[in-house]
């Protein structure tokens, strides 16, 4: 297993990593930016996700009233237990909240959009790590 509790896939769990295990991280971690605490604490916390989807990110910050209506979308859909349906870099990138937050920048000579364009280039063709070939 490789990770971080608290920012873990669900998949990763059960063996299994690829690129997208790391949407679901930045989910986790934007949660944690604007909600002050992880929303996954331990494995358990992780399967009782997979299984019953509680914790609800999406109700955790719209209770709060912390973050906007796309910042809560973009956040729960990067943390989604079908990894086929999680968003992946490129989406995340083109979401609504992060090309807002790029254009509130403007003057700025490197936007967040930008940064994290630079970043994520060419890193949904990385090859998949298994228990049977760990790196």
């Known amino acids: 297993m490789v990770g971080t ?5 669900p998949e990763v769990i059960d063996g299994v990593y690829t690129c ?13 930016l604007i909600a002050g605490n992880d929303l996954f604490k331990s494995f358990g916390d992780i399967y009782k996700f997979k299984y019953t989807g509680a914790p609800s990110p999406e109700s955790a910050l ?5 973050c906007s209506d796309d910042c809560v979308k973009f956040v729960a859909n990067l943390i989604t ?10 989406a995340a990138l083109d979401h609504p909240w992060i090309l807002r937050l790029s254009g509130s920048a403007e003057s700025c000579k490197y936007t967040i959009s930008n940064k994290l364009r630079i970043r994520f280039a060419g890193y949904e063709a990385l090859p998949i790590i298994t228990k049977d070939h760990e790196a």
């Open 20 to 32: 997208i295990v790391d949407c679901w991280s930045v989910g986790c971690i934007v949660y944690r």
């Open 62 to 66: 719209v209770d709060r009233g912390l």
């Open 5 to 9: 509790v608290q920012y873990m896939a």
């Open 81 to 90: 237990v079908d990894p086929s349906r999680r968003l992946d870099a490129t």
